[in-house]
Nanobody, 123 residues
Framework: VQLQASGGGLVQAGGSLRLSCAASGRTFSRNGMGWFRQAPGKEREFVASINWNGFSTYYADSVKGRFTISRDNAKNTVYLQMNSLKPEDTAVYYC?????????????????WGQGTQVTVSS
């Protein structure tokens, strides 16, 4: 089972990026999915989560209104659209597949993790 995150890069403040997380080895169409991030010298933090059918989402306050999580179960892929990026959004972003069908901001409720993709926002 593998979660492959992609789409990271270097962007100026105010810009946008779209991250993708493609799953292989099994389907996660009945699992909640999430995005977390870890900045240098900081602990990993929750960013966004989505339930199994995409009807419910949950965001960290720091990204609410700027980031949008979505999923395409036919492609076994989850996305994170990031707009109005700020330098403080700089981090390695990880996607994860949850053990349940709902959304969650708790890392311990995620069983599978991707390798991460670097997002750097310059001021």
């Amino acid at each position: 089972v593998q979660l492959q995150a992609s789409g990271g890069g270097l962007v100026q403040a105010g810009g946008s990026l779209r991250l993708s997380c493609a799953a292989s080895g099994r389907t996660f169409s009945r699992n909640g999915m999430g995005w977390f991030r870890q900045a240098p010298g900081k602990e990993r933090e929750f960013v966004a989560s989505i339930n199994w059918n995409g009807f419910s989402t949950y965001y960290a306050d720091s990204v609410k209104g700027r980031f949008t999580i979505s999923r395409d179960n036919a492609k076994n892929t989850v996305y994170l659209q990031m707009n109005s990026l700020k330098p403080e959004d700089t981090a390695v972003y990880y996607c994860a597949a949850g053990s349940g069908s709902g959304y969650s901001n708790a890392a311990f409720e995620y069983d599978y993790w991707g390798q991460g993709t670097q997002v750097t926002v310059s001021s």
